[in-house]
C-alpha cells in the first residue's frame, strides 16, 4: 500500500538534520536518504561522509532516487533542484516560499505533464496545516477572506516594540540573533516573505495564480514613536497582515499592509513569533488556526508530513483552480487608510490641510484604493511614510484619539 | 475521477437543509438526494412530497443509493441506520458523535469487513477540520496531548457567568432558547459530549479506543458564586477542558473535567460558542484550532467537505490504531485539584483540617488520582461538590486568593 521512498536531501542544515533524525528512528516508514547534497563539505557532519555529495546532478540524475527533499536557502538554486527533479519524474517536497510563489504556473504544468506531484506545507506558515486543510477539506467552500500574520519575524518585532518598549533597530537585532529573520530582514519587514505566502495560498483558497509583482508589499520599516504614542493611549495595535478578499464582484483583492487593530480583534494577542491564519468561508464561518510559523521543530514537522504523504502518492488537486471561473486580481475597492511621518512630507502627497500634527509627527487617515497605493508606493517609500490598514474596531478609538490634538477629523 | 454519490439522507432539520441547498447550487458536484428519510411527514417541505419518505428501509434496501448522510438526533436511531447502511456497502457521514463513540470498535470492523468508509467531521467542534487534519496531517506525528473546548454550549454559559454576570441558570436558559444546548442538558454541562468527541479524537490522534463509561467525566452543574468570586478577584477563570495525554510511561491519561486557568492560558479568551483544540506533538510543537462548534452552518460545511471526500472515495486510515503499540488507559497519575461547595460537605471527603472557609462555603485543594476521583465521584456529586483541575498558572494566583482569608495553604 505504501510505497518505498528512495530520498535525495539538499541541505543539511538544523531542518534536515532534525528530519534525518526522526526519520531513522521511525519504525512506521519507508523513506531512506540515499544521498544529501550540502554546500560545505568542510563541515563534520553525523553522517558517513559517503553519504554527502556537493553535486546536485549526483541526486538528480539517480534514477534510484524518486523522491526529492528541497531544504536550501537560495531561491535560484532550489529552482534548478526542484524543475529538473519534477522533469526527472521525482516527486519534490519543498520549504521554499519564493520559488513556489514565483514559478507557480511553471510548477503545475510541471507536475501535470510529468505526472509528479511537488508538495510544500512547510512553505507557509510552518507548523500549521494550512495547505492541506485548504486543499482538503475547504476545497468545495466557496471562501470568502483569508488573513493572519504569516511571518514570525515581523511579528516578533511588533511584539517587542509595542509590549516591551524595545526600539524597532534593536528588536531586529534580536530577532536575527534568535535565527527568526531572514538574513536580508527586508523579505521579512518589507512584508515580501507574506505576500510569497499569501500568492500560494491565493492558489489553494481561490484558485487565482498571482503574480508577486502585482501584489502589493508595504512593510513595518517606517514605523515610529507615533504608532507607539496611539498604543499607549488607545491599545491600538500594528500587526503586519496579508489579506486576500472575494469582492462582491467575484474578483479577488490581495495585499500584504501593516493594519491597525483592536483589542477585540482575534490576532490582537498572538504575539512574537507565532503566526495565525484566519480563513472566512460563507458557510464554515470564521476558523482561526495557530501556531509556531517558523523553526526547525515546526518545519520539520510539516516536511515529515508531506513525506508521509508522498508515501501514499499524495498530490494537491488544485481543483479550485481547475475549475477556475475567470477571476481576477481587482486592486480598485477603496480601504481605510492610516498614514504617518513628518507632517511636511504627508502634506507632499495630501496637502496641508490633510495632514494632523500630533505628537513627533503627522498623521492622515485617507481612503483610497490598492492601486492607489501602488501607484503612490515609490513616494511614500521616498518620505519614509508608514502606511497601515485601519481595520473596523480600531476606526473609532483612532479618531478618538486623534481629537487628543483637538483636530477633530472625520474620515470622509 | 470523481465518483457519483447517489445520497439517502436521514433529517431533514437546518443542517440538511442548508446542505441541500448548497448542494443543488453547486457546479462541481456529482451528488444527488434520491430520498429523504423524515420522522414529521405532516411538516410542510420546500421538496417535492415524493421526495420524502418515513420508512429508513426504503433508503437501505435501495441498491441505488451508495452513500447515507446521517443527521438526526437520536443515537439508537442513528446506530441502526449507520451500521445498517454499512453492512449494505453504503458509505456514511454522521454528524452523531454518542453513536460513534460508543460503538468505535464495532464502526471499524464493519468498515473493514465490507470496504466501505464512514466518516465524521461534524462529530467533532463543528466546523473546526480536526479530524481530517489528525488522520493527514499528524499521521506520522507522535503527539503528546489534545485539550481545548468541545462543547459550546458549556463555554457560553460560562462565559456568560463570568463576564456578564448572568445566573448560571439563566445562562442555561438563553442557550437553549439560542439553539446551543442539547435537549438535555445534562449532556453538554455535565460533560457527557465532550467526552464522546475526547473518545473520537483520541483514536484518530493516539491509536487508541476507549470505552466512555471509562472515562471521567465532571461537568459544571455545582459551580457557584465561589467561583464567580475568585474571578473577580484574581481574573481565573473556569473552562470545562476535555484532556488527553501520553504519560511519560506511554500510556494515555484521559478526563474531562472542568479547569482552573489563567490569563496567559491559551483558552482564556475562547468565549461564547467558540470551539477551540490545542494539539500538541514532540515535533510540530503546540497548534491551536479555533472556530464554531456547533450551529447548522459550521456543522453543514463539514458534512459538505466529508461528502465532498467521499467523491473521491476517501477513508479514514487510523493508522495509529492499527500500528498500535498496546497503549492503554491510566488514570494513576495525580494531578492538581480544586473542590468547592458548602464547608461541611467537604469536611465529608477530607476531613476538618483540609476545609478552607471562603466567602459563601468552602474549597479544598488536593493532589489526587483521576482514579480517586472516579471512586470519589458518587460522593462528591451528592454533596453537590464542584471539582476543577488547577492548571499550571492558575496554582499561585489561586493560592494567593486564598490568603485574603488567612489561611496559608501550600498544596501537598
Not at 539517480?62 to 535560484?76: C, F, K, R, S, Y
Not at 496611539?230 to 503586519?240: F, M
Not at 504523504?309 to 486580481?329: F, G, T, V
Request: include cysteine; proline fraction near 3%; glycine fraction near 6%.
Amino acid at each position: 500500500m505504501s510505497k518505498q521512498l528512495n530520498i535525495g536531501l539538499f541541505g543539511f542544515g538544523c531542518v534536515g538534520q532534525g528530519l534525518y533524525e526522526v526519520l531513522s528512528n521511525s519504525v512506521k516508514f519507508k523513506a531512506d536518504f540515499q544521498k544529501i547534497c550540502i554546500k560545505h563539505p568542510e563541515k563534520k557532519r553525523i553522517l558517513d561522509q559517503q553519504l554527502f555529495t556537493t553535486n546536485k546532478w549526483d541526486i538528480l540524475n539517480d534514477p534510484t532516487i524518486n523522491t526529492v527533499i528541497e531544504l536550501i536557502d537560495d531561491p535560484q538554486d532550489a529552482y534548478i533542484i526542484v524543475t529538473e527533479a519534477l522533469k526527472r519524474n521525482k516527486n519534490v517536497v519543498t520549504a521554499n516560499k519564493k520559488l513556489v510563489a514565483e514559478h507557480l504556473e511553471e510548477l503545475l504544468e510541471l507536475q501535470r505533464k510529468h505526472h509528479v506531484s511537488l508538495i510544500h506545507e512547510a512553505a507557509v506558515c510552518g507548523g500549521i496545516p494550512i495547505i492541506r486543510t485548504l486543499e482538503e477539506y475547504y476545497d468545495n467552500e466557496r471562501l470568502t477572506s483569508i488573513t493572519g500574520i504569516f511571518n514570525g519575524s515581523s511579528n516578533y518585532i511588533l511584539t517587542k516594540v509595542f509590549k516591551e518598549n524595545q526600539s524597532y533597530q534593536g528588536a531586529l537585532e534580536q530577532a536575527q540573533k534568535l535565527g527568526f529573520a531572514e538574513t536580508d530582514p527586508t523579505l521579512d519587514v518589507g512584508g515580501f516573505d507574506p505576500k510569497y505566502k499569501l500568492v500560494i495560498l491565493a492558489l489553494h483558497a481561490f484558485g487565482i495564480i498571482l503574480k508577486p509583482k502585482d501584489v502589493l508589499n508595504c512593510g513595518i520599516q517606517n514605523i515610529s514613536s507615533i504608532e507607539k504614542n496611539v498604543y499607549d493611549d488607545s491599545s491600538l495595535q500594528i500587526k503586519l497582515t496579508p489579506s486576500i478578499q472575494r469582492l462582491p464582484n467575484g474578483h479577488i483583492q490581495a495585499f500584504v499592509l501593516p493594519q491597525l487593530i483592536g483589542t477585540t480583534h482575534p490576532l490582537y494577542n498572538i504575539n512574537n513569533e507565532y503566526n495565525a491564519v484566519i480563513v472566512e468561508g460563507i458557510f464554515s464561518n470564521e476558523q482561526l488556526f495557530i501556531g509556531k510559523g517558523a523553526g526547525a521543530h515546526p518545519t520539520g514537522s510539516a516536511v515529515l508530513s508531506d513525506i508521509s504523504a508522498l508515501c501514499y502518492d499524495y498530490k494537491y488537486e488544485y481543483k479550485k483552480y481547475y475549475h477556475h471561473q475567470n477571476i481576477s486580481l481587482d486592486n480598485s475597492a477603496k480601504i481605510k487608510l492610516y498614514f504617518s511621518g513628518e507632517k511636511q512630507n504627508l502634506e507632499k502627497i495630501f496637502g496641508e490641510d490633510r495632514a494632523i500634527e500630533v505628537e513627533n509627527g503627522g498623521v492622515v487617515l485617507a481612503e483610497e484604493s490598492i492601486q492607489w497605493v501602488i501607484d503612490h508606493q515609490k513616494q511614500i517609500e521616498a518620505l519614509s511614510l508608514f502606511v497601515a490598514q485601519i481595520h473596523n474596531e480600531a476606526l473609532v478609538p483612532l479618531q478618538k484619539w486623534l481629537k487628543k490634538y483637538e483636530l477633530v477629523y472625520a474620515l470622509t
